[in-house]
């Protein structure tokens, strides 16, 4: 047996392992000023609009992402009404305050990213960013009224961590609507709006966009899984500790870093 293992090459030293503390591992940015900490928000949130349409959940004018501005932290920046998510740059964003008025930017505001997102980032202090828009599968999951189950490791994220808003009364355009949903999200990080899509929030521009897209391909996973039969449930124990491994706003971040990479790299016009 011993004649098979590996020999040290002669006369060289083998590799010594590199020192943990010299190994590159990204973690969220902090900033000197506030200025460039709203930048920073306003370009993340301009590479999430580009993935988001990268990946098919533009729906005609449907659909907005909001960062919280902060220093103004009752104004959020979103994505102009009627642009494509597709061509969106930096330049493009516009400055909405807490009642709905346009103080930052020459575009309309989508009556319904304020009406949602207002009472969101309103609800919940510790969101900085709310993703919402009309993707196919959140759309198909919305229309059962129903909770996602924990049937594989990355749906576990939000077990017992997202809710569903179990009403539709049509395009939400008046605060109460707002406010509604708002509450039924409560202190998680994922809403289901019945026969309407998905909300997902987060303290961070790519934690929000995050749970957006996992969110988005667990309802279909969950869909195509009941088509081929029964799925297998995760046991309480298993998911609960899961969600403790993967379900927290910086697990989110560092997996939406590949996507990141891939958006600024390959659509480096974004940041114009």
């Known amino acids: 047996m011993a004649d098979f293992l590996p020999q040290p090459a002669q006369g060289r030293t083998p590799p010594q392992p590199i020192p943990t503390e010299q190994l590159h591992f990204a973690l969220p940015q902090t900033f000197p000023t506030t200025d460039d900490e709203r930048q920073h928000r306003k370009e993340r949130l301009v590479a999430a609009l580009r993935l988001f349409g990268r990946f098919g959940f533009e729906e005609g004018v449907a659909g907005h992402i909001t960062a919280r501005d902060p220093e103004f932290t009752d104004h959020f920046w979103v994505?102009?009404?009627?642009?494509?998510?597709?061509?969106?740059?930096?330049?493009?964003?516009?400055?909405?305050?807490?009642?709905?008025?346009?103080?930052?930017?020459?575009?309309?505001?989508?009556?319904?990213?304020?009406?949602?997102?207002a009472q969101v980032h309103q609800a919940r202090p510790d969101v900085v960013a709310a993703a919402h828009s009309h993707s196919t599968y959140g759309r198909a999951l919305s229309s059962l009224g129903e909770?996602?189950?924990?049937?594989?490791?990355?749906?576990?994220?939000?077990?017992?961590?997202?809710?569903?808003?179990?009403?539709?009364?049509?395009?939400?355009?008046?605060?109460?609507?707002?406010?509604?949903?708002?509450?039924?999200?409560?202190?998680?990080?994922?809403?289901?709006?019945?026969?309407?899509?998905?909300?997902?929030?987060?303290?961070?521009?790519?934690?929000?966009?995050?749970?957006?897209?996992?969110?988005?391909?667990?309802?279909?996973?969950?869909?195509?899984?009941?088509?081929?039969?029964?799925?297998?449930?995760?046991?309480?124990?298993?998911?609960?500790?899961?969600?403790?491994?993967?379900?927290?706003?910086?697990?989110?971040?560092?997996?939406?870093?590949?996507?990141?990479?891939?958006i600024s790299r390959s659509e480096p016009d974004l940041f114009g």
């Open 147 to 262: 909770l996602l189950d924990p049937i594989t490791q990355d749906v576990c994220a939000f077990y017992e961590d997202h809710a569903l808003f179990d009403d539709y009364t049509g395009v939400v355009v008046d605060e109460e609507e707002g406010r509604r949903i708002a509450e039924a999200l409560g202190p998680h990080k994922a809403v289901i709006l019945r026969n309407h899509g998905l909300l997902t929030v987060g303290d961070s521009v790519d934690a929000a966009a995050w749970w957006f897209i996992t969110m988005e391909r667990s309802c279909q996973v969950q869909l195509t899984a009941r088509a081929a039969g029964k799925p297998v449930l995760i046991d309480h124990e298993s998911a609960v500790h899961t969600r403790g491994q993967l379900g927290n706003d910086l697990v989110a971040w560092i997996n939406y870093q590949p996507l990141y990479q891939q």
């Open 79 to 117: 994505n102009p009404f009627g642009m494509s998510f597709k061509l969106i740059t930096v330049s493009d964003l516009i400055l909405v305050n807490h009642a709905g008025q346009v103080v930052e930017g020459r575009f309309h505001v989508n009556q319904a990213a304020f009406a949602i997102h």
